[in-house]
């Protein structure tokens, strides 16, 4: 069990900025028109210095923002994240952990799982992440999954504490061997993570619902660059020495 704690905290600085950004950046509007008067206010004041440079460093700007949308972009972008994911070889495992990812997600993970225990790919689906691990097993139970074969959390914010929690909770049982199930662009990350911490990880992909935008894709795509560079840097991607203790230090393992 989790300490109820864990639950009730409040979004961290990091995540509450991070939403910001995103709802700003993927609203075209509200990032084109602050480029177009950077790109054209500076003609207009006469003693402005250094106007070439911020009407181009504008320009430069929008040129990126446009073309970072462009399906070309999105494909080279999720090609890159994806060229390093094996492929998932249908063999058996002792649980299929999915990664919450908010609604817009979900419907496609609970089918991808319920689809996977349906074809004894595993005993247990476990489901992981505020705001999604209840949520996630409630529609897997409505699908006619049995309650003994369903477990989740709800208290991890962040795809290192799907690791820790999902590793606090599972390892004690003797889980080993998993089918993590998240989408594309995350699946390298959160691979690396869960491999970190001892699980022998078979990735199986969950698709990109194929309503989101392509300003939303892109998002996700940078956010997933910026995500492995971060978590490289802080030394999250290489395998704990914590890893695979039978009751895993959770406090510690979250400093």
Not at 64 to 78: D, G, H, N, Q, R
Not at 186 to 213: A, C, D
Not at 215 to 231: C, D, H, I, N, R
Request: hydrophobic letters at 45%; proline letters at 9%; glycine letters at 6%.
């Amino acid at each position: 069990m989790l300490d109820p704690a864990l639950c009730q905290r409040p979004a961290s600085q990091w995540l509450t900025l991070k939403s910001m950004i995103s709802n700003w950046l993927t609203t075209p509007t509200l990032v084109v028109l602050p480029l177009l008067v950077l790109v054209f206010l500076p003609w207009m004041i006469p003693r402005l210095r250094w106007k070439r440079f911020w009407s181009g460093l504008g320009s430069v700007l929008l040129v990126m923002y446009w073309i970072s949308s462009f399906p070309l972009t999105i494909a080279v972008e999720k090609k890159g994240l994806m060229a390093f994911i094996p492929p998932d070889p249908g063999t058996t495992t002792d649980a299929i952990v999915v990664l919450g990812r908010g609604k817009e997600f979900r419907d496609s993970r609970v089918n991808v799982a319920a689809e996977l225990w349906e074809s004894h790919r595993a005993p247990l689906i476990f489901a992981s992440g505020s705001g999604d691990g209840t949520e996630i097993v409630e529609e897997l139970k409505a699908r006619g999954i049995p309650d003994n074969a369903l477990d989740e959390e709800h208290c991890s914010q962040t795809t290192k504490e799907n690791a820790l929690f999902t590793a606090s909770i599972l390892q004690p049982r003797g889980v080993n061997r998993i089918l993590l199930v998240t989408d594309p662009p995350h699946m390298l990350r959160s691979l690396l993570t869960f491999r970190r911490l001892g699980f022998e990880v078979i990735p199986h992909l969950s698709p990109i619902p194929q309503y989101l935008t392509p300003t939303k894709t892109a998002m996700l795509m940078f956010y997933e660059y910026m995500g492995l560079v971060s978590y490289g840097l802080k030394g999250e991607l290489i395998p704990s020495q914590l890893a695979r203790q039978e009751n895993p230090p959770l406090a510690k393992l979250a400093n």
